[in-house]
């Protein structure tokens, strides 16, 4: 009868033990949202806090392997910045022949100077949403005053050159800099504001290759991936991401195709997949 109790004994310590490795493990992943809806709870999804942390692992646990294996192949390709006057005609020319939607983030001041490429990308079937007027580089130290006509500029700018009400909803901050007091004001301007699951990290002088090796063993389902506008590799990549990623079972589709179609906890907890 020792012998039972001893043995059930460890095999609670073991129990806790692995119990509180997972927590632990849960607590310490990078917080990195691929989205944060207007409506969100900011502090929740982005705060590095011991609070924050626990209230994520008990209120936004990653459903199972099994669960999310079922997940839809959905993949939205969104690139930043511009529109510029030579790559961006090249991708749109490409995202056409491939028949693939994208969403577009442009800064209003650079669609100032081409507002043809601004209205192209749209008559092409694409998204446009707001990456803001100016593009500054320290956006994540703006003020809540300063986000917000960083975001009604830009829209009031694109207005002008677009009809897609994505540029009064759907934004991504200049660098993918941002604090939780930008993100709440950006909420509070009536944004969701769309991170990524994957970024190639194609605005560093990398080729085609290196872009299409990163998407392939990062893919997840259903995914945001982070592009730019102004990269010719990223251009040469795209046949061979979309020919592989079709081949996988994927569909393309905008982020706003995307939201509509599955959960949000979904792109918060995609499945890892082989492509």
Same mark, same amino acid.
């Given at each position: 009868?020792?012998?039972?109790?001893?043995? $059930?004994?460890?095999?609670?310590?073991?129990?806790?033990?692995?119990?509180?490795?997972?927590?632990?493990?849960?607590?310490?992943? &990078? $917080?990195?949202?691929?989205?944060?809806?207007?409506?969100? %709870?900011?502090?929740? !999804?982005?705060?590095?806090?011991?609070?924050?942390?626990?209230? @994520?692992?008990?209120?936004? @646990? &990653?459903?199972?392997?099994?669960?999310?294996?079922?997940?839809?192949?959905?993949?939205?390709?969104?690139?930043? /910045?511009?529109?510029?006057?030579?790559?961006?005609?090249?991708? !749109?020319?490409?995202?056409?022949?491939?028949?693939?939607?994208?969403?577009?983030?442009?800064?209003?001041?650079?669609?100032?100077?081409?507002?043809?490429?601004?209205?192209?990308?749209?008559?092409?079937? +694409?998204?446009?949403?707001?990456?803001?007027?100016?593009?500054?580089?320290?956006?994540?130290?703006?003020?809540?005053?300063?986000?917000?006509?960083?975001?009604?500029?830009?829209?009031?700018? !694109?207005?002008?050159?677009?009809?897609?009400?994505?540029?009064?909803?759907?934004?991504?901050?200049?660098?993918?800099?941002?604090?939780?007091?930008?993100?709440?004001?950006?909420?509070?301007?009536?944004? /969701?504001?769309?991170?990524? +699951? %994957?970024?190639?990290? %194609?605005?560093?002088?990398?080729?085609?290759?290196?872009?299409?090796?990163?998407?392939?063993?990062?893919?997840?389902? &259903?995914?945001? $991936?982070?592009?730019?506008?102004?990269?010719?590799?990223?251009?040469?990549?795209?046949?061979?991401?979309?020919?592989?990623?079709?081949?996988?079972?994927?569909?393309?589709?905008?982020?706003?195709?995307?939201?509509?179609?599955? &959960?949000?906890? /979904?792109?918060?907890?995609?499945?890892?997949?082989?492509?």
């Amino acid at each position: 009868m020792t012998r039972v109790r001893a043995a $059930v004994s460890a095999l609670a310590i073991v129990a806790l033990a692995y119990g509180g490795y997972r927590v632990y493990r849960h607590l310490s992943e &990078p $917080v990195l949202p691929a989205i944060v809806l207007r409506t969100a %709870d900011a502090h929740r !999804l982005l705060s590095g806090g011991p609070g924050a942390r626990i209230g @994520r692992f008990f209120h936004d @646990r &990653p459903p199972s392997a099994a669960v999310r294996a079922g997940y839809p192949r959905l993949i939205a390709l969104s690139f930043d /910045d511009g529109p510029y006057p030579v790559e961006t005609p090249l991708l !749109l020319d490409v995202l056409s022949d491939l028949h693939v939607p994208a969403t577009f983030f442009l800064i209003g001041h650079d669609a100032q100077e081409f507002p043809q490429l601004a209205d192209r990308i749209e008559r092409a079937g +694409n998204e446009v949403a707001n990456h803001t007027q100016t593009h500054p580089a320290d956006f994540q130290a703006l003020t809540p005053p300063e986000v917000t006509a960083e975001l009604r500029e830009g829209a009031a700018t !694109l207005d002008g050159m677009t009809r897609d009400p994505a540029i009064r909803t759907m934004m991504r901050p200049p660098h993918g800099r941002f604090t939780e007091r930008t993100v709440r004001a950006a909420q509070a301007a009536g944004y /969701d504001v769309v991170l990524w +699951n %994957d970024d190639p990290g %194609d605005w560093r002088e990398i080729g085609p290759e290196t872009i299409v090796n990163h998407m392939v063993a990062n893919a997840t389902a &259903p995914e945001i $991936v982070l592009l730019h506008s102004g990269r010719l590799a990223t251009v040469e990549a795209l046949p061979e991401i979309v020919s592989r990623f079709r081949a996988a079972g994927f569909s393309f589709v905008t982020v706003g195709k995307l939201l509509a179609r599955v &959960p949000v906890r /979904d792109l918060l907890h995609p499945a890892k997949l082989h492509v």
